[in-house]
């Protein structure tokens, strides 16, 4: 897997631990084990040779982007197959103070 580190702050901390109440106690999941890891995934490697890897990480391991601000929260599903994984968006939450749908954890 090839991921892209975010970096920590307060509210994304906090928003985390929010989601993960409401999933332990609405949908009867167990906490996830280990320190949270904020991160983006970028690609799923299968059977990918190491130098192409290597190759990749070297042109763009140290890519860096300005900050923004995130104005919703997108729930997505995931599926894995033999042809790789099919993606779902499940549900959409607006942040508060950005239009008709706040989340409301």
């Known amino acids: 897997m090839v991921w892209a580190g975010v970096a920590l702050n307060p509210e994304l901390l906090h928003f985390q631990k929010k989601i993960e109440s409401v999933l332990v106690r609405e949908a009867g999941l167990e906490p996830e084990k280990g320190n949270y890891s904020p991160h983006i995934t970028l690609a799923r490697l299968k ?3 190491e130098q192409r890897v290597g190759n990749f990480l070297e042109e763009y ?3 860096e982007t300005s900050e923004f601000i995130a ?3 997108t729930l997505f599903s995931s599926i894995l197959t033999p042809k790789g ?3 779902s968006v499940e549900a959409e939450y607006l942040f508060e103070g950005q239009g008709q749908r706040s989340i409301d954890l």
Do not use: E
């Open 61 to 63: 391991g140290l890519l």
């Open 47 to 49: 059977d990918t040779p």
């Open 85 to 87: 994984a099919r993606h």
């Open 71 to 73: 104005d919703r929260f």
